[in-house]
């Protein structure tokens, strides 16, 4: 059975082998890549790496919820969706139930 530090230096060695590795190989990739973006001319955006993408394409592409609650004294609103704002915590905490405060 190995030691700990037999095994620790085993996984150094193979992290060193599959950087190497890696190296060797990511000229090939790189270069796959750059001919089959020529061959179907694609753009960064065709590649969600133009101003449009992850996150921020997700975030406009979301529609705002309707908000289904009101405080009464400052008017703010909450959708009922996600972590409970303080003011319905601190009103439940209070003995109100949270359907006093349903709009419409």
Same mark, same amino acid.
Do not use: C
């Given at each position: 059975?190995?030691?700990?530090?037999?095994? %620790?230096?085993? %996984?150094?060695?193979?992290?060193?082998?599959?950087?190497?590795?890696?190296?060797?190989?990511?000229?090939?990739?790189? *270069?796959? %890549?750059?001919?089959? %973006? *020529?061959?179907?001319?694609?753009? =960064?955006?065709?590649?969600?790496?133009?101003?449009?993408?992850?996150?921020? !394409?997700?975030? @406009?592409? #979301?529609?705002?919820?309707?908000? @289904?609650? #009101?405080? =009464?004294?400052?008017?703010?609103?909450?959708? &009922? #969706? &996600? #972590?409970? =704002?303080?003011?319905?915590?601190? !009103?439940?905490? !209070?003995?109100?139930?949270?359907?006093?405060?349903?709009?419409?």
């Amino acid at each position: 059975m190995s030691s700990y530090k037999d095994l %620790i230096q085993q %996984i150094e060695g193979l992290q060193k082998k599959a950087e190497e590795a890696r190296k060797k190989e990511l000229g090939l990739v790189v *270069a796959e %890549i750059n001919e089959k %973006i *020529a061959a179907y001319n694609l753009r =960064p955006s065709d590649l969600k790496f133009g101003s449009e993408s992850g996150a921020s !394409a997700a975030k @406009k592409g #979301r529609k705002q919820v309707a908000a @289904k609650y #009101r405080d =009464p004294q400052s008017g703010k609103t909450w959708s &009922g #969706r &996600g #972590r409970s =704002p303080l003011w319905v915590l601190e !009103a439940e905490n !209070a003995g109100h139930s949270r359907e006093k405060f349903l709009i419409g």
